[in-house]
């Protein structure tokens, strides 16, 4: 089945180059890779799907196929699975469906829904990939997405690395339509007759990113008399940029000040009072991570540690570790997670 897209209108070719720049960019498929796509039913994981075959005609990657989790936290969720898989067929792609009781996951782990699905749905997506011989798993976020989630961690205080937003590649997931705004994906769609289901959870405006979506971003807009997200996110692109060359110093900082053994890392105090804050701030939550066996660090975590660091605590619990001034050194002990 050909997807090529060439002899249709401007705007849609307009959208399948943006999205090869967005990939050659960042170089999110080398030659010969081999792609996952994850597949909601929504708009954007639908045009990526499309816009990913076209690409792939030229010969230089490979869609492996599709992978879709049904969360069972909607009604029209079993629809959305069966939507997925007649879309499937009809592009000749094979299919991965699953099911997970997402909410049962959040119980039981003590994590927010919106956390759980996260946690649920790439390790889904990982596995899938691994089956499939994939070595990239492609996810719809958009421009849109890129904004929203600069304007929420903008309100909860995030650092250089929160207002970063969603970066084009962590690991083997790949983002290819960051660049692209969700009503540009969906012309797109139109033009090209593909169709795709509409999550109504997206209208619930007491949830914090569809306020910032349906209320906050048009404001913006009206404001500057002109769309904010392309501004946003190249204010999210600079800031990350600016991130990762901390994170660089922050990695080689860490290497020099600190002794690793297994689940106990000790950091030197008095070097670390000596290295600049944001760099300081950044290896605190390096030895955090390391033994934090993937539970979120924040910044009150930092926080705490650095009480401890300036003598006005004895110790502190963190995620996945105790951080204690012991023999002249900061120390962090790896504790094992507590049974449910």
Known sequence: MGFGIWSLGFDVIAVVQHVRRTIRRHGL???GSRVLVGLSGGSDSVA??????????????TVAGLAHLNHRLRPSADDDAAFC???????????????????????????????????VRYAFLERTA?????????????QDDQAETFLLRLMRGAGLTGLGGIYPQRGIVIRPLLDVTR???????????????????NADID?????????????????????????????????????????????ERFGAIATVAGPRIELD????????????????????????SGREVGHEH??????????????????????????????FIQQAAPRR
């Open 302 to 331: 930092v926080e705490a540690v650095l009480a401890v660091l300036g003598g006005l605590q004895g110790g502190v619990d963190v995620p996945g570790s105790r951080v204690e001034l012991c023999g002249g050194k900061l120390v």
């Open 48 to 61: 990526l799907v499309r816009t990913l075959l076209a690409l792939a005609e030229h010969g230089d990657f």
């Open 207 to 251: 949830n914090p990113r569809n306020r910032i979506r349906h209320r906050v971003l048009p404001e913006l807009d009206q404001a500057a008399a002109a769309s904010t997200r392309p501004t946003i996110a190249r204010a999210a692109a600079l800031i990350r940029e600016d991130g990762r060359w901390l994170d660089e110093l922050s990695r």
């Open 130 to 142: 691994t089956a499939t011989g994939a070595d990239r798993i492609a996810v719809g976020h958009t």
């Open 85 to 119: 898989g007649a879309l499937a067929v009809r592009l000749r792609l094979p299919i991965v469906v699953e099911a997970e009781d997402v909410s049962a996951h959040a119980r039981t782990h003590g994590l927010s829904i919106e956390d759980a699905a996260r946690r």
């Open 29 to 31: 498929l080398p030659p």
């Open 183 to 201: 009503a540009d994906l969906r012309r797109y769609l139109l033009d090209v007759g593909e169709t795709w289901v509409e999550d109504e959870s």
């Open 269 to 292: 105090p008095a070097a670390l009072a000596g290295t600049p804050a944001p760099i300081r701030r950044r290896v605190l939550l390096e030895a955090m991570r390391r033994l934090a």
